[in-house]
């Protein structure tokens, strides 16, 4: 199994058929996208708007129709990308799409790495949530060491927000402590999963973690993190295809679809684990 930097190859049309018919009594069809670097020449994502748009075409092959982009903000990021700048270069790749006839909507919205004064940057518009909501903040855990953002979820509820704390399967200490994330469950984050951590594409030790989170009482969105067409590619299909098969259409759904429109939306998230997922292999 490949890992971080992976390649593959798109799923063919009937797995994207089943999808189209869960979707389709839920809105416009097929999955929304909440993590996706995708704005050209912003961070470590496309290099530039053919990239981006070749990125975009292979999102909608993978089923996506609606996706969040989300540029770093903050940590190595800090003070490049304001929150306007990331809001004109989204509309500027829609009117690309819409020009090429891509079916894809892209929204605004940012990968915000942990710092104390993000409550400050959410009250000035200098950071950007999930959609431009104001709802859910997609939250990145420094990767280098862990550093508990138990005070900044209390500060986002305070704030009537909640966290969406991204690819914690990922992180090394969380990976390697699951369990940990329970103690955070009074101020209702959100744990997004990344699509390629349930397939094995980023090691044994992520996807066992991704597996343990599906077991607990949490609110959970799958997404893509996806960075290109070709490295990081997107993987919805495959995803959704195998929590299907390991945990039932109603998770799949759940994770797949209607939380990752929800967030968007700015609504509530439903809450899977327990006793549900204990066939997840």
């Known amino acids: 199994m490949q890992r971080a930097?992976?390649?593959?190859?798109?799923?063919?049309?009937?797995?994207?058929?089943?999808?189209?018919?869960?979707?389709?009594?839920?809105?416009?069809?097929?999955?929304?996208?909440?993590?996706c670097?995708?704005?050209?020449?912003?961070?470590?994502?496309?290099?530039?708007?053919?990239?981006a748009l070749s990125l975009c075409q292979e999102m909608v092959k993978d089923?996506?129709?609606?996706?969040?982009?989300?540029?770093?903000?903050?940590?190595r990021f800090d003070g490049r990308y304001e929150a306007e700048s990331i809001r004109r270069a989204v509309a500027e790749l829609n009117k690309v799409l819409r020009e090429n006839g891509t079916a894809l909507t892209v929204l605004p919205g940012a990968d915000v790495r942990l710092d104390e004064r993000?409550?400050?940057?959410?009250?000035?518009?200098?950071?950007?949530?999930?959609?431009?909501?104001?709802q859910y903040l997609l939250l990145e855990l420094p990767h280098e060491v862990f550093i508990d953002p138990q005070g900044l979820l209390e500060r986002l509820r305070e704030m009537g927000m909640s966290a969406l704390i991204t690819h914690p399967e990922r992180h090394g200490f969380l990976a390697s402590n699951p369990t940990y994330v329970d103690r955070w469950r009074?101020?209702?984050?959100?744990?997004?999963?990344?699509?390629?951590?349930l397939l094995g594409y980023f090691g044994r030790q992520s996807a066992e973690?991704?597996?343990?989170?599906?077991?607990?009482?949490?609110?959970?969105?799958?997404?893509?993190?996806?960075?290109?067409?070709?490295?990081?590619?997107?993987?919805?299909?495959?995803?959704?295809?195998?929590?299907?098969?390991?945990?039932?259409?109603?998770?799949?759904?759940?994770?797949?679809?209607?939380?990752?429109?929800?967030?968007?939306?700015?609504?509530?998230?439903?809450?899977?684990?327990?006793?549900?997922?204990?066939?997840?292999?």
């Open 5 to 35: 930097g992976y390649r593959m190859v798109p799923s063919g049309n009937n797995a994207f058929d089943e999808i189209e018919l869960a979707a389709a009594a839920s809105g416009p069809r097929g999955f929304t996208d909440i993590h």
């Open 37 to 51: 670097h995708c704005l050209p020449a912003l961070d470590d994502g496309p290099r530039n708007m053919a990239e």
């Open 63 to 75: 089923g996506i129709r609606q996706v969040v982009a989300t540029p770093h903000q903050l940590g």
């Open 118 to 134: 993000i409550p400050q940057l959410l009250k000035s518009d200098a950071v950007l949530t999930v959609a431009d909501a104001r």
């Open 186 to 197: 009074e101020y209702g984050p959100c744990l997004q999963i990344t699509a390629g951590s």
């Open 209 to 281: 973690a991704a597996k343990t989170f599906l077991r607990m009482d949490l609110a959970i969105v799958v997404a893509t993190d996806a960075h290109g067409a070709y490295d990081r590619p997107p993987c919805m299909t495959a995803a959704y295809q195998w929590l299907s098969k390991q945990c039932g259409q109603a998770v799949a759904d759940t994770v797949c679809i209607q939380n990752p429109r929800r967030a968007v939306a700015g609504g509530e998230l439903a809450v899977v684990g327990g006793g549900l997922l204990k066939e997840v292999r």
